[in-house]
């Protein structure tokens, strides 16, 4: 939906498919969020955050872009819950230490 990534790069722009991959991503953020409202600390239910916890707080980092519009932990509350709860881990702490995307 964007050129983000610059125009060498971005060599096409097709708003329509992203306004449908926006909508999909919602959907899929509200399923994630149906998962997370049962008590689980983390999205497969372990005691330790796994690759998937990774990618999902990959995905709601990306949402908070100005670009993208969606920031998913201000949707959903237990996204923002998990946001939250991922934000106190040291390892989270050291990579944003910067103040910038981690």
């Known amino acids: 939906m964007h050129q983000g990534l610059g125009l060498k790069i971005e060599l096409?722009?097709?708003?329509?498919?992203?306004?449908?991959?926006?909508?999909?991503?919602?959907?899929?953020?509200?399923?994630?969020?149906?998962?997370?409202?049962?008590?689980?600390?983390?999205?497969?239910?372990?005691?330790?955050?796994t690759f998937a916890d990774i990618t999902l707080c990959t995905a709601i980092a990306f949402s908070k872009f100005p670009s993208n519009q969606t920031p998913l932990d201000e949707r959903f509350e237990y996204l923002d819950y998990f946001w939250r709860r991922l934000q106190t881990r040291e390892s989270f702490i050291a990579a944003y230490a910067d103040g910038n995307s981690g």
């Open 12 to 49: 096409t722009s097709n708003p329509q498919w992203g306004e449908h991959c926006r909508k999909e991503a919602l959907a899929h953020a509200s399923l994630v969020n149906q998962h997370l409202a049962d008590g689980r600390e983390w999205l497969l239910g372990g005691k330790q955050p």
